[in-house]
């Protein structure tokens, strides 16, 4: 059995001021508040295809995300 490198997941704060810095790239997930690059069709991680892509509300997001810890099963954690 191989064993997976310890990879240190990204920085959620330091992730939210990119988002933040540039929210016309992103928009909001309305299933699962999950934050998705603006050319996405569907959530990866709830597969909804509802966003809400103003800039106040990525930005808000994207705060409210920085700064808690992750809650939500993605796409990573399951391989």
């Known amino acids: 059995m191989t064993e997976m490198p310890d990879s240190k997941p990204p920085n959620r704060a330091t992730t939210a001021a990119k988002i933040a810095a540039n929210p016309t790239g ?10 998705v690059g603006s050319g996405a069709a569907i959530c990866p991680n709830c597969h909804s295809y509802r966003f ?3 800039p106040d509300k990525v ?3 994207a705060n409210i995300l920085g700064t808690r810890e992750q809650t ?3 796409a990573n954690d399951l391989s």
């Open 26 to 35: 992103y928009k909001v997930c309305e299933g699962c508040d999950s934050i």
């Open 52 to 54: 809400e892509s103003s």
């Open 59 to 61: 930005v808000e997001q």
């Open 72 to 74: 939500s099963v993605t």
